[in-house]
């Protein structure tokens, strides 16, 4: 099956810092998707990106299919950024997590 | 629109009991997923249904089945509870054609 990679694995920022969260996966995928899971279990999405560039706010996202990565920006992060960060990539409906990035900002 | 709903929200039961959780998608959105979350597996996929019909099944064992109705509402079922099968149960929709899929809050379960 799909491996998936996240990294880092835990990440502590001063409030107002940029960040940047890398996934990686083992295969080619036509869904992929960013996720904050809230502190009571929900995950909200935040993108929908099998390929290309996106932008919401304070976040932007970029997936090079080609190479198999994507990338989570995080700018001028606020403490209600805290929270864990999963990537979800697959072959359709059928999402494989990676670990997830457990971020911590501090104020 | 209201968001994906599940119940119930939190659960206890005891070892070789069985449970049903029940998961009911956005309006319109004909298929339904189901995952898994615990500590040491992370997020695991259970099963999708579509129009009533399992569409694909993770690596579960035989005891955890699930079933959709004709309003697209699911409901997953696990038999004979182990103590492992202590975790969140999410439950996500997607609109036909569209592979984003949209979360519920969850129903946490723990078995004593």
Not at chain 1, 7 to 35: K, M, Y
């Amino acid at each position: 099956g799909i491996q998936v990679e996240q990294s880092p694995p835990d990440l502590i920022l001063q409030e107002g810092a940029n960040s940047t969260l890398r996934c990686n996966f083992s295969d080619s995928v036509n869904n992929l998707q960013w996720f904050h899971q809230n502190p009571w279990g929900q995950l909200i999405n935040l993108f929908y990106i099998p390929s290309g560039t996106k932008q919401n706010g304070r976040l932007s996202a970029t997936t090079v299919a080609t190479e198999r990565y994507s990338l989570l920006y995080i700018s001028s992060s606020q403490t209600t950024d805290s929270g864990v960060y999963f990537c979800a990539v697959g072959a359709g409906n059928m999402l494989t997590f990676g670990g997830g990035t457990r971020l911590m900002v501090k104020p | 629109k209201a968001g994906v709903t599940q119940t119930p929200r939190y659960l206890i039961k005891t070892r070789g009991q069985q449970v049903t959780l029940s998961c009911s998608p956005i309006s319109g959105h004909r298929s339904v997923s189901w995952y898994q979350q615990t500590p040491g597996q992370g997020l695991q996929f259970l099963f999708e249904y579509f129009s009533e019909t399992q569409r694909n099944k993770g690596n579960f064992p035989g005891r955890f089945s699930g079933r959709q109705f004709s309003n697209s509402r699911s409901e997953m079922n696990v038999s004979t509870l182990e103590l492992g099968d202590s975790a969140l149960y999410l439950c996500a929709s997607s609109l036909h054609g569209s592979y984003e899929q949209y979360f519920g809050p969850g129903t946490r379960l723990t078995v004593t």
